[in-house]
T-cell receptor, first 109, second 115 residues
């Protein structure tokens, strides 16, 4: 079993749609959680951190469920510019960071 | 956030040769990391480059194949030695966010194709 698992997609959605991604992690001692965005042929960039209380940044909402060991990302009112690969990232302490393989999103006009 | 540059941005190499990738950061950082990302795959950590000491390699990666230098707090190199087509990948350097932050900032990557 992979340490961080994501549905690879692709998710194909029309503009304006709401889309949700889930990610599961295997190490219950994991401490910090993030979503990164990676555009085609570009480096990953931090999208947002994920807190136990849930957090929101504009159209993006991230949630963490420690009991079930999953993280979610919700994107509302999708834009064409949201098309990218979304990486679930788990920090297990020390300097160990595990990246998921990513979920590809295509937003269509 | 840190600004990170990598050279070369891409290269095509013959098998059996070696390529050294440079990573430059615009500020002093304690930890620098080297990752590999193969097509459609997640990022895999190769090693952590520590200034003033030997790099720490992850399982499956060895110093003879991926020697790393870290001469100061703003620069590191990764060499891919005796390359084979299986080494074709994107190589990314990254730094941590500093001040206890667990986020990472990435360089633009080096796209390597080995023929």
């Amino acid at each position: 079993r992979k340490e961080v698992e994501q549905d690879p997609g692709p998710f194909n959605v029309p503009e304006g749609a709401t889309v949700a991604f889930n990610c599961t992690y295997s190490n219950s001692a994991s401490q910090s959680f993030f979503w990164y965005r990676q555009d085609c042929r570009k480096e990953p960039k931090l999208l947002m951190s994920v807190y136990s209380s849930g957090n929101e940044d504009g159209r993006f909402t991230a949630q963490l469920n420690r009991a079930s060991q999953y993280i979610s990302l919700l994107i509302r009112d999708s834009k064409l510019s949201d098309s990218a690969t979304y990486l679930c990232v788990v920090h297990t302490g020390g300097f160990k960071t595990i990246f998921g393989a990513g979920t590809r999103l295509f937003v269509k006009a | 956030s840190a600004v990170i540059s990598q050279k070369p941005s891409r290269d095509i190499c013959q098998r059996g040769t070696s390529l050294t990738i440079q990573c430059q950061v615009d500020s002093q950082v304690t930890m620098m990391f080297w990752y590999r990302q193969q097509p459609g795959q997640s990022l895999t950590l190769i090693a952590t480059a520590n200034q003033g000491s030997e790099a720490t390699y992850e399982s499956g990666f060895v110093i003879d194949k991926f020697p790393i230098s870290r001469p100061n707090l703003t620069f590191s190199t990764l060499t891919v030695s005796n390359m084979s087509p299986e080494d074709s990948s994107i190589y990314l350097c990254s730094v941590d966010g500093g001040a206890g932050q667990e986020t990472q900032y990435f360089g633009p990557g080096t796209r390597l194709l080995v023929l």
